[in-house]
């Protein structure tokens, strides 16, 4: 998903989030019998927008995902010390009479050796990664808002998807994978705001759902991320 597509929700969403945070106790209680959803009647032409308000309702109990939100306005001994450095009229560091002047750089030419990063292995990658506690906290709650949401749906892939959907996950979430013996099996993508959360789902129809959280880096494909789940009893 496209880092400034979340941006652009993200700020849309600034008024709404300065008035829940001024209204709303700090921390919420996520019922789980009954399930969260985008409120009714939302802009349907705005799906990422109506998801970036549930997932404010889900997770505002957690820790803060950025950890440099600490709510304490920075002073001057938060700002790290930097040497004195004499300047000319023009903000460049005065230099000596005779010393020589750097060319400016040619845009038409090769870039500078510094600037050459090598690539970051495939195999790096597509590794998972591990979640922090904000992570964590954050991966649980929708983890548990998924379960419910597919409580009574059918061990099919399409139910699946519409459920998810009419629970408020955007279509561009929503990754198809292969079945797992059978059962419909999808990973949602739930990496905004700079996080690297992502859901595994496993419905296996009325035996409930397997619903496993896991890390993947911000650029990775998601489907190709190699997290294989232990074993585990569906959550009902």
């Not at 997932?55 to 010390?81: E, H, M, Q, W």
């Amino acid at each position: 998903m496209s880092r400034i597509a979340h941006t652009a929700a993200a700020l849309a969403l600034g008024a709404f989030t300065l008035t829940a945070c001024s209204s709303s106790p700090s921390a919420a209680t996520i019922e789980t019998d009954k399930v969260v959803s985008v409120p009714e009647g939302g802009d349907a032409d705005k799906p990422l927008l109506d998801f970036m308000k549930l997932s404010l309702k889900l997770t505002a109990g957690c820790p803060p995902l950025d950890g440099t939100k600490t709510g304490k306005s920075l002073g001057p001994r938060d700002v790290p010390d930097v040497p004195d450095v004499p300047r000319g009229p023009s903000s460049r560091p005065l230099g000596k009479p005779g010393d020589p002047v750097p060319l400016p750089a040619d845009p038409d030419g090769p870039p500078a050796k510094d600037d050459l990063l090598p690539p970051l292995p495939d195999r790096n990658l597509l590794e998972p990664v591990t979640l922090t506690k904000p992570e964590t906290c954050y991966a649980d709650k929708f983890a548990a808002h998924v379960t419910t949401a597919l409580k009574g749906t059918g061990e099919n892939a399409a139910e699946v998807r519409t459920a998810l959907e009419r629970a408020g996950y955007p279509d561009e979430l929503i990754v198809d994978m292969k079945p797992e013996s059978g059962s419909p099996r999808v990973r949602i993508d739930l990496r905004e705001q700079d996080t690297r959360v992502a859901l595994q789902v496993v419905h296996v129809g009325t035996r409930g759902t397997i619903v496993e959280k896991f890390g993947a880096q911000p650029t990775a494909p998601l489907k190709d991320v190699r997290y294989i789940p232990e074993p585990a009893e569906p959550l009902s």
